[in-house]
């Protein structure tokens, strides 16, 4: 076995752990939220707008993990420089700009609430802009990655 397959499994693995703690995330916040819900009733009506952006960011998460596992099934079988994954990794940097806007919409979320409740919303607010600063950092990767290959295919 060379060392190129055994770092496509490895990672084909990590994806596949990732996705799995996606969905244990996406079973697990309906339960969350309603335990919140009984215990802040007051500002309970703020829920739907984090649930929709944390399954919208879930979902495409997932995307992007399904779109990644399958370059790495074009590189293991040495198609690396086709179409199909040049349209991968467009996938993954219009999902990657997505999830950019859905932690963008939560922290807004969270600041309007943080206003009805009086809570200081610091902390979530710089952990949501260090995960945006993550995000444009591997979408700015993502999209190094795709102008070789598009200049690649072109000729």
């Known amino acids: ?23 244990a995330l996406c079973i697990w ?5 309603i335990k919140d819900a009984k215990v802040h009733p007051d500002t309970a ?3 739907i707008p984090f649930l929709i952006c944390a399954y919208g960011f879930c979902i495409t998460f997932a995307i992007t993990l399904y779109q990644a596992f399958k370059l790495l099934t074009y590189v293991e079988r040495n198609n690396a420089y086709t179409k ?8 993954i940097k219009k999902c990657a700009f997505a999830v950019i806007v859905l932690i963008f919409i939560g922290s807004i979320t969270l600041k309007i609430l943080s206003k009805v409740t009086n809570d200081d919303p610091a902390g979530p607010i710089s952990l949501s802009l260090m ?5 444009s950092i591997f979408a700015a990767i ?14």
């Open 1 to 23: 076995m060379n060392v190129q397959r055994v770092s496509t499994t490895f990672l084909k693995i990590m994806i596949f752990l990732a996705g799995l703690a996606v969905l």
């Open 29 to 33: 916040l309906p339960v969350i939220a």
């Open 45 to 47: 009506y703020f829920l």
């Open 84 to 91: 199909q994954s040049l349209k991968a990794l467009q996938i």
């Open 131 to 135: 995960g945006i600063l993550a995000i």
């Open 142 to 155: 993502v999209d190094v990655l795709q102008k070789p290959l598009k200049n690649k295919l072109d000729k």
